[in-house]
């Protein structure tokens, strides 16, 4: 666990520079005069394939420019289907050479959260500005690498959190910075899935040692949510773990719960699971209340508040968070969701990992 006044002393610091490193970030890029984005996809699995790929389809300012996979037929599959030159092409081994490839801007690391550490540092060495899954990585000094290894290269590093680029969670953020409905009282939170793995006893969500399990897969929605609804860092945590089925979960938290308090007073009631359905965002302050259900899914995110509906849509969320991504490189402006904001995060998870194993409140 890192000193809570280190941390955020270099986090502020670290924000402080974010708009002086800025200025030497897109010059590359405006340099080679390109109209969209070049990306890379490292990682060729459901999310890559289902989602980004398609997204990148319908995308403004970026484009898929190439791929990382280890699986030959998986390249050879990606490189009909979506027309990737053969000098875009790369696995783990030459991954590097990446560095002399300039029809490719941007790295999107889409692997095993323990993986993510390795590939970031290694595309910000190549140059590469860097878009980052969440959770952004398994413990708090490995995002510290992560995030000094692109300031050193010059790069931007951004965290994959696309439900701060949707516009009507972006509403109930400015409700808690502008105290719409006055001070927040009351979060509760829950994001969750019914997993099909009952015959993959061996996918790495679930393991926990490899970044799997509810509370890093799931769990770090409703942190996330806690954190920016109230505008506050967590300064202590309770957290439990349940499992009624511990052959499939014997590596992994099946349901985690946690509560969190923050120095306003407010306190966050969360629950996460790999095991079952749960997809909501209550909140309760002195003047009113609103809401997200469901909150964190691919589609469809809606509301309530006092006042009336949530109900804004975008056409695609990933196609907005990369987009968004994108044009924070082309206009050299910080991006949305830099590194310190997934490392604040991880900061909470790795408290709320020690809760459970020690059974009792953590300050953080």
Request: proline content about 4%.
């Amino acid at each position: 666990m890192l000193d809570r006044r280190k941390f955020i002393k270099k986090v502020a610091a670290g924000t402080a520079t974010l708009g002086l490193a800025s200025a030497s970030l897109t010059s590359c890029f405006s340099q080679n005069n390109k109209e969209k984005i070049g990306v890379a996809l490292v990682g060729l699995g459901y999310y890559s394939t289902d989602l980004l790929a398609p997204a990148l389809q319908l995308a403004e300012h970026c484009y898929l420019a190439g791929i990382v996979t280890g699986s030959p037929e998986k390249a050879t599959r990606w490189k009909e289907k979506h027309n990737i030159p053969d000098k875009n092409i790369y696995n783990y081994e030459n991954f590097d050479s990446i560095a002399d490839n300039d029809d490719i801007d941007v790295v999107y690391i889409v692997l095993p959260p323990f993986m993510h550490k390795e590939y970031v540092i290694r595309a910000a060495k190549a140059g590469k500005h860097v878009w980052c899954e969440k959770p952004m990585a398994m413990n708090a000094a490995e995002c510290e690498a992560m995030i000094n290894a692109c300031k050193e290269n010059k790069r931007q590093l951004t965290i994959g959190y696309r439900m701060q680029h949707e516009p009507n969670t972006q509403e109930v953020i400015r409700f808690g910075k502008e105290k719409t409905y006055g001070d927040v009282q009351l979060i509760t939170a829950a994001a969750g899935f019914k997993n099909g793995w009952k015959k993959w006893t061996d996918h790495w969500k679930l393991e926990q040692d490899k970044g799997g399990g509810a509370m890093y897969d799931m769990g770090v929605y409703c942190l996330n949510a806690a954190r920016y609804v109230t505008g506050e860092e967590p300064i202590a945590v309770f957290a439990q773990e349940f499992n009624n089925d511990p052959v499939l979960y014997e590596k992994a938290d099946m349901i985690t719960n946690f509560q969190l308090e923050f120095p306003s007073g407010a306190i966050a009631n969360c629950t996460t699971s790999i095991g079952m359905n749960v997809n909501y965002l209550n909140v309760n302050a002195t003047k009113g209340f609103y809401n997200l259900s469901p909150f964190q899914s691919y589609t469809g995110i809606k509301g309530v508040t006092n006042d009336g509906l949530l109900d804004k849509v975008i056409p695609n969320q990933q196609t907005k968070q990369m987009d968004d991504n994108a044009l924070a490189i082309m206009n050299d402006t910080a991006v949305l969701v830099p590194g310190e904001e997934g490392m604040k995060d991880i900061i909470v998870v790795e408290a709320i990992q020690r809760s459970v194993k020690e059974g009792c409140r953590v300050t953080i």
